[in-house]
């Protein structure tokens, strides 16, 4: 039986970077995938192809001049859309990049293995004995690995009532996930989109911008209620501006496709409410994705959610067995999945390896996009932290307003005595960039007044972020 220092279940962007930094840091590494192609939800189904149409789309949206594009001075004559060139492109780069992740594992020596990976709960030695099961369900591979780590991620999650219809997928899919709200084979006429959720502002987006009406129900009474109130309220003024219709305080209770067609019932207070459309986007969250991996085995039981519970190093509850990404708890961020895997590598090569949760960003790629990070107002007043605060509006910034991207604010939270940045919101075209800076601040526990010290390019949109930071220390220059 070949063996391994350590073998990985899921190749996606926790799995497959952790494979790397285990290999550079000398481990001997197999990487188990279910799937035909490496790079998990992230490059598949998710990060990748979500923002390559989030690009068309804006590009599609700015040329029908609702952006203003004849305020440079520039007509679009007869405007075209080609959605399976669209939709081509997309999967061009989404092919480009997983197989990006095969050609590294050849150069870093990681095995790579395709199968369904699970635990038979055996043991060789120390060693746990993995089986990477093949499409016939037989085991093609029985491998040995002193670490095992569990980079399964994550699959989507539904609510009663609602009946998938995905299995023809782009035109049959009348009722789907995200997955096929990435490839459907027209614009829809009339989108409902269940959960004003990131998926459900990036794909509604996406499908707004290329015509359709688009209606969200959310059951939270209001937008991003995770974030600041007042970017929370910005946003929504924005996509209404775009024309997206939002019910919020509603509880979806049936979806179903009939046909071409699609209804969806849902609870608006005492009152029952249908809406009749042509396609519906399920984005009500996701769950882990632990389903064949033989937990059982080893004594492994996931929590209430499913997720797999670990220590701050990642370890779980079982000896040599270790697990990140989504399918431990906490946020479902790529970013974050490779930043969990890094660390548990390390310390399985005798690192000090570290995840600090206050530096993590999250970003909603619409546009303007939405970051933030850190610590909101109202987390700190519940826990009785004194803090001051920075704001500066994009209206003011010289670069924006060349660049006719005025909408949105930069917003930095700071400690009221030790002026350390506690968090950070930023509503902005390419405000997934700018909140990089903030991260590495909040990284070297760095103050406003470092932020405010520091030179920045001008004229930047970045500009917006050092105003912002004198603006927590009452010293903002130009608004
Ligand atoms: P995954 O990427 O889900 O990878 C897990 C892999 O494990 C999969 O390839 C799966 O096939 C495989 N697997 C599962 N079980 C087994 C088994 N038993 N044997 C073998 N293989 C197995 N996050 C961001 O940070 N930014 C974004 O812009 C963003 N956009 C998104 C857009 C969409 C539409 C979606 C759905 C998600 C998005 N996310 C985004 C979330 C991001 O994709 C996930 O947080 C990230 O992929 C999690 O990485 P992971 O490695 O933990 O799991
Ligand atoms: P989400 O948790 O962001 O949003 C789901 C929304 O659905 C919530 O607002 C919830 O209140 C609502 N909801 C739940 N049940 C409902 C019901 N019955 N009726 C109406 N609304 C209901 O989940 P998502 O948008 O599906 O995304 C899944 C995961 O993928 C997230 O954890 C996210 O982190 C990740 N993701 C990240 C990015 C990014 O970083 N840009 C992009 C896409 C996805």
Same mark, same amino acid.
């Given at each position: 039986m070949d063996s391994y220092d350590l073998i990985i279940i899921g190749a996606g962007p926790g799995g497959y970077v952790a494979a790397i930094r285990a290999a550079q840091l000398g481990l001997s590494v197999a990487c188990i995938e279910k799937d035909a192609t490496l790079g998990g939800t992230c490059l598949n189904v998710g990060c990748i192809p979500s923002k390559a149409l989030l690009e068309s789309s804006e590009k599609y949206y700015e040329a029908t001049d609702k952006k203003g594009l004849a305020a440079h001075g520039i007509a679009i004559g007869q405007l075209e859309l080609d959605l399976t060139k669209m939709l081509g492109r997309k999967d061009k780069i989404v092919k480009q990049l997983t197989s990006g992740v095969a050609m590294l594992f050849r150069k870093n020596d990681v095995e790579s293995l395709h199968g369904l990976g699970r635990f038979t709960g055996e043991r060789e030695g120390q060693k746990h004995v993995i089986e990477v099961v093949g499409a016939d369900g037989k085991p093609a591979h029985t491998i040995a690995g002193t670490n095992v780590l569990i980079a399964t991620g994550s699959k989507v999650a539904s609510i009663p009532g609602v009946e998938f219809d995905i299995l023809g997928s782009g035109a049959g899919a009348r009722v789907g996930t995200s997955t096929e709200a990435l490839s459907w084979p027209e614009v829809p006429e009339h989108l409902v989109v269940i959960g004003a959720g990131v998926i459900g502002l990036e794909l509604g987006s996406v499908w707004a911008?290329? +015509? #359709?009406?688009?209606? !969200?129900?959310?059951?939270?009474?209001?937008?991003?209620?995770?974030?600041?109130?007042? %970017?929370?309220?910005? #946003?929504?003024?924005?996509?209404?501006?775009? +024309?997206?219709?939002?019910?919020?305080?509603?509880? !979806?209770?049936?979806? %179903?496709?009939?046909g071409d067609a699609a209804k969806v019932t849902y609870q608006d207070g005492d009152e029952q409410k249908v809406i009749d459309c042509d396609r519906v986007l399920v984005a009500v969250g996701r769950k882990p994705m632990t389903d064949g991996l033989g937990l059982a085995q080893i004594g492994i039981e996931p929590d209430r959610r499913g997720c797999i519970g670990v220590d701050d190093h990642f370890r779980t509850s079982v000896e040599g067995v270790w697990a990140i990404g989504d399918v431990i708890p906490g946020p479902m961020l790529a970013h974050l999945a490779e930043h969990e895997g890094i660390c548990a590598v390390e310390t399985m090569a005798g690192q000090p390896g570290h995840v600090n949760y206050e530096a993590i960003p999250n970003v909603i790629y619409t546009h303007p996009e939405i970051a933030s990070l850190g610590k909101t107002t109202a987390e700190l007043d519940e826990a009785g932290v004194p803090y001051r605060v920075g704001k500066f509006p994009l209206m003011a910034n010289g670069r924006a307003?060349?660049?006719?991207?005025?909408?949105?604010? %930069?917003?930095?939270?700071?400690?009221?005595?030790?002026?350390?940045?506690?968090?950070?919101?930023?509503?902005?075209?390419?405000?997934?960039?700018?909140?990089?800076?903030? #991260?590495?601040?909040?990284?070297?526990?760095?103050?406003?007044?470092?932020?405010?010290?520091?030179?920045?390019?001008?004229?930047?949109?970045?500009?917006?972020?050092?105003? #912002?930071?004198?603006?927590?220390?009452?010293? %903002?220059?130009?608004?």
């Amino acid at each position: 039986m070949d063996s391994y220092d350590l073998i990985i279940i899921g190749a996606g962007p926790g799995g497959y970077v952790a494979a790397i930094r285990a290999a550079q840091l000398g481990l001997s590494v197999a990487c188990i995938e279910k799937d035909a192609t490496l790079g998990g939800t992230c490059l598949n189904v998710g990060c990748i192809p979500s923002k390559a149409l989030l690009e068309s789309s804006e590009k599609y949206y700015e040329a029908t001049d609702k952006k203003g594009l004849a305020a440079h001075g520039i007509a679009i004559g007869q405007l075209e859309l080609d959605l399976t060139k669209m939709l081509g492109r997309k999967d061009k780069i989404v092919k480009q990049l997983t197989s990006g992740v095969a050609m590294l594992f050849r150069k870093n020596d990681v095995e790579s293995l395709h199968g369904l990976g699970r635990f038979t709960g055996e043991r060789e030695g120390q060693k746990h004995v993995i089986e990477v099961v093949g499409a016939d369900g037989k085991p093609a591979h029985t491998i040995a690995g002193t670490n095992v780590l569990i980079a399964t991620g994550s699959k989507v999650a539904s609510i009663p009532g609602v009946e998938f219809d995905i299995l023809g997928s782009g035109a049959g899919a009348r009722v789907g996930t995200s997955t096929e709200a990435l490839s459907w084979p027209e614009v829809p006429e009339h989108l409902v989109v269940i959960g004003a959720g990131v998926i459900g502002l990036e794909l509604g987006s996406v499908w707004a911008r290329l +015509g #359709a009406k688009v209606t !969200v129900l959310e059951y939270m009474p209001r937008l991003l209620p995770t974030m600041e109130t007042d %970017v929370g309220d910005a #946003a929504l003024k924005l996509f209404k501006r775009q +024309g997206l219709a939002f019910h919020f305080g509603v509880r !979806v209770t049936a979806a %179903v496709a009939s046909g071409d067609a699609a209804k969806v019932t849902y609870q608006d207070g005492d009152e029952q409410k249908v809406i009749d459309c042509d396609r519906v986007l399920v984005a009500v969250g996701r769950k882990p994705m632990t389903d064949g991996l033989g937990l059982a085995q080893i004594g492994i039981e996931p929590d209430r959610r499913g997720c797999i519970g670990v220590d701050d190093h990642f370890r779980t509850s079982v000896e040599g067995v270790w697990a990140i990404g989504d399918v431990i708890p906490g946020p479902m961020l790529a970013h974050l999945a490779e930043h969990e895997g890094i660390c548990a590598v390390e310390t399985m090569a005798g690192q000090p390896g570290h995840v600090n949760y206050e530096a993590i960003p999250n970003v909603i790629y619409t546009h303007p996009e939405i970051a933030s990070l850190g610590k909101t107002t109202a987390e700190l007043d519940e826990a009785g932290v004194p803090y001051r605060v920075g704001k500066f509006p994009l209206m003011a910034n010289g670069r924006a307003k060349a660049l006719g991207e005025t909408d949105g604010f %930069v917003k930095i939270v700071a400690h009221a005595q030790t002026d350390r940045i506690l968090g950070a919101s930023i509503i902005a075209a390419r405000a997934g960039d700018l909140i990089a800076e903030l #991260a590495v601040a909040v990284e070297f526990s760095a103050s406003a007044e470092d932020i405010a010290r520091s030179i920045h390019a001008h004229p930047t949109m970045a500009e917006s972020v050092k105003e #912002a930071a004198l603006d927590a220390l009452g010293r %903002v220059i130009n608004f």
